[in-house]
């Protein structure tokens, strides 16, 4: 009777310790989550995180297609909000609906100029082909100069009306003088009036200029040739003011997520337009070439763009010359200072 006490005292040792290590680690992965090479306590971590994005063939939108992010926090539960222009980001950032989103250059100088609770954390991409001033083939539009009389859209205060709006000043044309008729629609309302025959033209970003030109028509001036001429327009992220403060291993683990989205890219780009067409309505080789026709930047990139307080980044300067513009379109009512565009900047992320 003895000698059975013992034995079973011997067996539940073991067990008990072996019990211990598996609950004591089963407990400790569910309360700390992998950020990089840090860990993120779920005391510290939101129960959800709020996207807004927009459809454009960059980093972030390849990021949701692969799951990156679902797969950093499986505890959290991640929400994706779909927004067809950056205005609607801003306004959706103002209401408090969500705690991270994307922006053209425009939007975002027009947020940061009317003081909306946001921070600059990512540029994803510089502009180049990917918007351009498509013209339906029979319309007899060859170059700027043909627009006199015709009907052109575009999503006002976006970086492809700011985009136009420049190339028009370039060309010394006016809407006013020369009778062209400038339309504020979002992308799907474009394409459903390019169909109708509604509209001559239409300055737009991908994939909608995609599928414009499948639908009969030409290109006549992009982006990309008004960089040359110091028009430069970019899509960067935002995450509001009180979310950075609160979670910020977050949004640096979220860096890190879009960073591995723009190297999947560079390292297997036929790949990544497989997993983009769904997300574009695009087919995989329509994909690639709206992919290749932005420069996709990653995090070693962004010191450039970002700055210092003391020291502006590239990244501060085109939200002011774009500031300045806008204030001379009466889009907003005036441009602040360069330093104040520099401090929605989240900068010391890029040290």
Known sequence: M?????????LFIPLLIVFILITGCSSQSASTMKNGGSTVSSSNAPKEIRLGYQVSPNGELLAKALGLLEKKYPHIKINWIKFDSGRDVNNA?????????????PPGSIGIANGLPYKVYYLHDIIGESEALVVKEDSGIKSLKDLKGKKIATTFSSTSHFSLLGALKEAKITSEKDRITLLDMQPPDIYAAWKRDDIDGAYIWQPTQTKLINEGGCVIVTSN????????????????????????????????VLDKAVHYYRNKPKEASQVLSKELGLSPAESLKTMKQIIWLDASQQKEFFG???????????LKDTGDFMAKQKNIS??????????????????
Request: aromatic share 8%; hydrophobic share 35%.
């Open 2 to 10: 003895i000698l059975k006490r013992k034995v079973n005292v011997i």
């Open 93 to 105: 950032m103002a209401s408090g609906s969500i705690d991270f989103g994307l922006v053209g250059t």
């Open 225 to 256: 040739d008004l960089s040359k001429k110091g028009i430069v327009t970019g899509e960067f992220g935002i995450v509001n003011k009180e979310f950075a403060r609160k979670y910020p291993e977050i949004v640096k683990g979220y860096i890190s």
């Open 308 to 318: 210092e307080p003391e020291k502006p980044g590239k990244l501060a300067k085109i």
């Open 334 to 351: 005036s441009s602040p200072s360069l330093a104040t565009y520099q401090q929605a900047l989240l900068s010391d992320l890029y040290k």
